[in-house]
């Protein structure tokens, strides 16, 4: 296998000094075509990995990278991030803050309001050469280095924008934020798979606080593209399923029940 499967675990961000700089080498030199690093520290990954889970850990990394690798959360806020942005600290490192949970960047859900950088999505990245993804988010603009982003998880970073992405306007419309589902159909997927979990009023789980409770069916009305964005990939740092093996039909039908969940 790959050099990363000897070097590579999310949990590298531990190693240090000398170590780390020759990792970064390894990294650079070993990401081009080569198979899916194994990631043998990662507990129970099987030696045969399938790319669908790396593609769904991928996305987790997206959301929010440490809480993945449980890593220390980053204390300044992005170089990159606009000064007259509206967020601060940890939260303007996570892909998603700049880049959008429908990977649309300022053409998307975050081309206005509280989350508005003028930054483009991913979107147009989608199929281009690993190398080149692997460059564009180790540039100087990004600041990641090998130790913030190791390298196996830079690989399911670049696997999900490459292969991992969804258009959303297909299947969630922008101005009602309904989903383009069958509740029907989610309602089955719904109270099978995810009520073990979060009830079959998703209420079990409460996201927010007692004050402003958030809800399953809260985050489907509220925040649709991020709701699908986790129903596909799973929730990082928690022990919560990735649909991405099903169909994006499945995953819409999923959300469009969702949304006929309480909200409070
Ligand atoms: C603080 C803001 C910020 C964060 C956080 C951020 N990016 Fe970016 N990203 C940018 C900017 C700025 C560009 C360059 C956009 C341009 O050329 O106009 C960019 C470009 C990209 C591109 C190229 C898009 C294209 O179509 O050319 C990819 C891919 C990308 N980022 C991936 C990521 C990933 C993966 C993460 C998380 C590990 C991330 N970004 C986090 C600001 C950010
Ligand atoms: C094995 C348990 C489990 C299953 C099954 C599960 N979840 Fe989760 N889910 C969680 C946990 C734990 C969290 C994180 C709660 C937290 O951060 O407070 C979570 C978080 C979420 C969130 C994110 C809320 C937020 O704002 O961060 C959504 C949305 C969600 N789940 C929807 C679903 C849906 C839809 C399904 C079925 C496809 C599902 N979950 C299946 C355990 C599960």
């Not at 675990?9 to 899916?36: C, H, P, Y």
């Not at 593609?55 to 170089?79: F, S």
């Not at 989903?179 to 089955?188: D, L, Q, T, W």
């Not at 719904?190 to 009023?201: E, K, L, M, S, W």
Request: proline share 4%; with cysteine; charged share 25%.
């Amino acid at each position: 296998m790959t050099r990363a499967g000897v070097f590579g675990t999310d949990g590298m961000k531990r190693m240090a000094g000398a170590v780390a700089a020759l990792f970064i080498v390894l990294a650079t030199a070993s990401v081009s075509g080569e198979a899916l690093a194994i990631d043998k520290l990662e507990k129970g990954v099987p030696e045969a990995v399938t790319d669908i889970w790396a593609i769904a850990r991928g996305g987790q990394l997206y959301d929010k990278w440490w809480a993945v690798m449980e890593a220390d959360a980053p204390k300044t806020t992005h170089p990159a991030y606009p000064a007259a942005g509206k967020q601060k600290g940890a939260a303007t490192w996570r892909c998603k803050e700049c880049h959008g949970w429908d990977y649309k960047g300022k053409d998307g859900a975050y081309g206005k309001g509280s989350h508005f950088t003028g930054i483009k999505g991913i979107s147009g990245a989608t199929g281009l050469d690993a190398n080149k993804l692997h460059d564009v988010i180790m540039d100087k603009t990004h600041g990641y280095t090998g130790t913030t982003i190791p390298h196996s998880a830079m690989e399911k970073l670049v696997l999900f924008i490459g292969r991992g992405q969804v258009d959303m306007d297909k299947y969630i419309d922008r101005q009602t934020k309904k989903a383009r589902g069958n509740p029907s159909r989610g309602g089955a997927l719904f109270q099978t798979v995810c009520a073990i979990c979060h009830g079959f009023d998703g209420k079990t789980i409460n996201f927010g606080d007692d004050k402003e409770p958030e809800y399953v069916g809260t985050v489907a009305s509220e925040n649709p593209w991020e709701a699908l964005h986790k129903i596909r990939n799973g929730q990082p740092g928690v022990p919560m399923i990735a649909l991405a093996a099903l169909g994006d039909q499945d995953h819409v039908d999923i959300l469009a029940y969702a949304q006929t969940l309480p909200q409070k």
